[in-house]
């Protein structure tokens, strides 16, 4: 049997089927989940909640309901990513319709999205309406921007992320253990939407 000559760092999945990985090696590489869906014969993997679910370790990459796949598997399927594509890898963090509101009967959504690779980590928005033309807006932060905005809290709250101010408060002064943590939350919690 042969050892692993690649070890994972991190993964980071995005809302495009997509895990961003960083290896020991340094090199982050994205894997897209129709290569598992179709060579490990999972379509599960086409829905989110399942896809987000997962844990790893060094040496692999387990989704709890389907199986696992190694991180040499991982490195060989994956392609090479440049920055400027990872600036837009955003995994929604938590988003929530707080409808009927004064704005709106039916729609008015709080949410959040974590952009793990930027310096502008969080995404904000407020969606009222839907559609064309909607009212609402977003808004990208920096942690530093973040940590100053006296409404993080509260739009955490109205977003359905109440579970994130801890770990937020916790790790605020330390960017990457926060982002490890919001991650590993996150694929934690897609369990409960299956």
């Excluded at 290896?23 to 989940?33: E, P, Q, S």
């Excluded at 995994?91 to 704005?103: D, G, V």
């Excluded at 690779?117 to 530093?144: C, N, P, Q, W, Y």
Aim: hydrophobic residues 40%.
């Amino acid at each position: 049997m042969n050892s692993p000559t690649r070890k994972i760092r991190s993964v980071v999945p995005n809302e495009t089927w997509q895990l961003a990985i960083a290896f020991d090696d340094g090199a982050i590489r994205l894997f897209d989940a129709s290569v598992a869906r179709e060579e490990m014969g999972w379509p599960q993997l086409a829905y989110p909640q399942t896809f987000k679910h997962f844990s790893y370790s060094d040496s692999a990459l387990t989704w709890p309901l389907l199986g696992n796949v190694t991180a040499d598997y991982l490195y060989d399927n994956s392609a090479p990513v440049t920055q400027a594509t990872l600036e837009h890898h955003a995994l929604r963090l938590s988003y929530k319709n707080q409808a009927p509101t004064e704005e709106d009967a039916t729609h008015h959504v709080y949410g959040i999205y974590l952009h793990a690779f930027s310096e502008a980590l969080f995404a904000v928005g407020e969606s009222i309406g839907g559609g064309h033309a909607e009212r609402g807006g977003s808004r990208r932060m920096t942690l530093r921007e973040w940590r100053d905005w006296p409404g993080w809290k509260e739009h955490a709250i109205l977003s359905g992320a109440e579970w994130a101010i801890p770990i937020i408060e916790s790790h605020i002064d330390d960017p990457e253990m926060l982002v490890d943590r919001l991650v590993r939350e996150i694929c934690r919690r897609a369990a409960d939407a299956q």
